[in-house]
């Protein structure tokens, strides 16, 4: 079958259960928003292609399941990962401190190099909100990471977050380590560095 993009980015979307994975994803993918709560079984993933510089860049993003008994098959996933998300709900402080126990799942399963990015969802909703946008800017401070508040919902930020670490992926010449599957972004040096530039500019 003919190839029909230039470069592939796998991210990873992950998170507790319920704190809008699949809604986010949604709202990146078809630019919808569904307020029924369907929990994720296992592991689902969508595509969306973009064009720069007249290259096909295609972002598979993947969608895990957040609850407990999926672990073990969402885990298998993070080693080809380039870039992950780390989803928490404002309005649930639990889904926050469970944070650090997520990032503690990418040192152990993900490639050491892979960028991360937290997002703070549902920030709609404002009046039962129980972690401040401070405290959600201090965390990602502290592990040296990227943060945006999202509502998946009201359309805020989610073009913004998954687009950004799809460059910072670029910026970082990141590629999935001893991925067969994966298109390997330094295949082709001339090709990359006049790529970077477009991005740089
Ligand atoms: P699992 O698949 O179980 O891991 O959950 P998930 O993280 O994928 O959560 P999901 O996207 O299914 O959303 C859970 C609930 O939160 C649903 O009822 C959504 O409608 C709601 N929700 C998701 N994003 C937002 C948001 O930005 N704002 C508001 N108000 N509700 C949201
Ligand atoms: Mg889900």
Not at 32 to 50: H, M, P
Not at 125 to 131: G, I, S
Not at 149 to 178: D, R, Y
Request: with cysteine; hydrophobic share 35%.
């Amino acid at each position: 079958m003919a190839k029909t993009y230039d470069y592939l980015f796998k991210l990873l979307l992950i998170g507790d259960s319920g704190v809008g994975k699949t809604c986010v994803l949604f709202r990146f993918s078809e630019d919808a928003f569904n307020s029924t709560f369907i929990s994720t079984i296992g592991i689902d993933f969508k595509i969306r292609t973009v064009e720069l510089d007249g290259k096909k860049i295609k972002l598979q993003i993947w969608d895990t399941a957040g609850q407990e008994r999926f672990r073990t098959i969402t885990t298998a996933y993070y080693r080809g990962a380039m870039g992950i998300m780390l989803v928490y709900d404002i309005t649930n402080e639990k889904s926050f401190d469970n944070i650090k126990n997520w990032i503690r799942n990418i040192e152990e399963h993900a490639s050491a190099d892979v960028e991360k990015m937290i997002l703070g969802n549902k920030c709609d909703v404002n009046d039962k909100r129980q972690v401040s946008k401070e405290r959600g800017e201090k965390l990602a401070l502290e592990y040296g990471i990227k943060f945006m508040e999202t509502s998946a919902k009201a359309n805020i930020n989610v073009e913004n977050v998954s687009l950004s670490l799809f460059w910072c992926c670029i910026l970082e010449g990141n590629s999935p380590q001893g991925s067969s599957q994966g298109v390997k972004i330094t295949s082709d040096q001339q090709k990359k560095s006049s790529f970077f530039r477009c991005i740089v500019l």
